[in-house]
């Protein structure tokens, strides 16, 4: 089911499968700043990584010595999730374990996630909760695809990934089948920004201990920006569609894709997230328009 929400500045659309966000519409400027979903170069939108964030090695991981289905990003951006609540200015789904999670997660759980409108601001929430008498393991992460370009009359060429400040940036080796390795570079990034190049991040670009606490899409020449807030988690992942800079994804991730060595064992995954029983997760991403030019 598609769902509206507005206010005075935005108007936003979500849907219950995979409790996804397709639109982000700014009144003022009418720009959309949410990449359209097109299925020949990519067709996911904003997808909710969950139980894991990247790639599972072998497509399967190991939980008390059973093998469990890891798909690309998790099962939960594959599903339908189920409506909690939704007026103009909130909606909230839910997903739990269920027939349909058995094959790909051992344990009892329930996601919820929530979008909230606040002047020209989209918060967007998640909220694992642990149904089982044990630990549980995940990770959790954000996948937003932002339109490349988003004003009218400019090219991909005239936007650039700007951080809040100049920071030292760590990033993570990967191999020629884009596995992680274990050893890291460092990118100096005194002035906080990365322009936007034909194929920049198609392999993405997985980075540690982000300190700043935004990162936005920016158009050179005006200044006008998506922001996304609540990029300094644990990793942050750039990423972009291969050799077509439409959609430019800015990712704050609580886990990440597996290393090249991994074991398989879920609890030894790099990055997880071990919830004890009865316990919540909460994490949120904010996506906030500014313009100078309108």
């Known amino acids: 089911m598609e769902l509206t929400m507005e206010n005075q500045f935005l108007r936003v659309e979500v849907t219950s499968f995979g409790a996804e966000l397709t639109s982000l519409y700014h009144k003022g400027t009418q720009r959309e700043y949410i ?18 964030c990247g790639s599972v090695k072998n497509g399967t991981f190991l939980m008390g010595g059973k093998p469990y289905k890891g798909v690309q990003h998790g099962f939960a951006k594959d599903l339908m999730h189920h409506i909690v609540c939704a007026d103009d200015r909130v909606v909230t789904f839910r997903l739990e374990n269920s027939k349909e999670t058995a094959d790909f997660y051992p344990w009892p759980f329930s996601l919820r996630t929530t979008y909230k409108l606040d002047k020209n601001s989209l918060i967007c929430q998640y909220n694992v909760v642990n149904c089982h008498t044990d630990p549980i393991y995940f990770s959790l992460g954000f996948h937003t695809g932002l339109r490349c370009p988003f004003a009218v009359g400019t090219a991909a060429s005239d936007y650039a990934v700007v951080f809040e400040h100049g920071e030292k940036l760590t990033y993570l080796a990967q191999n020629e089948e884009g596995r992680l390795l274990h050893k890291a570079y460092e990118m100096d990034l005194p002035d906080g920004r990365i322009p936007i190049t034909k194929g920049i991040f198609s392999n993405s670009l997985v980075l540690m201990g982000v300190e700043s606490s935004y990162i936005q899409l920016e158009e050179t020449l005006s200044g006008d920006y998506i922001r996304v807030r609540g990029t300094n988690t644990p990793y942050t992942v750039l990423w972009s569609v291969p050799d077509n800079v439409a959609a430019v994804c800015i990712e704050p991730w609580y886990g990440i894709g597996d290393f090249a060595d991994a074991s398989g064992k879920i609890e030894e995954k790099a990055g997880i997230i071990c919830l004890p029983a009865g316990q919540e997760f909460t994490c949120s991403q904010v ?5 100078h030019s309108h």
């Open 35 to 52: 990449w359209g979903g097109d299925s020949n170069i990519w067709s996911r939108q904003s997808p909710i990584l969950f139980p894991n």
């Open 287 to 291: 996506l906030e328009v500014g313009t």
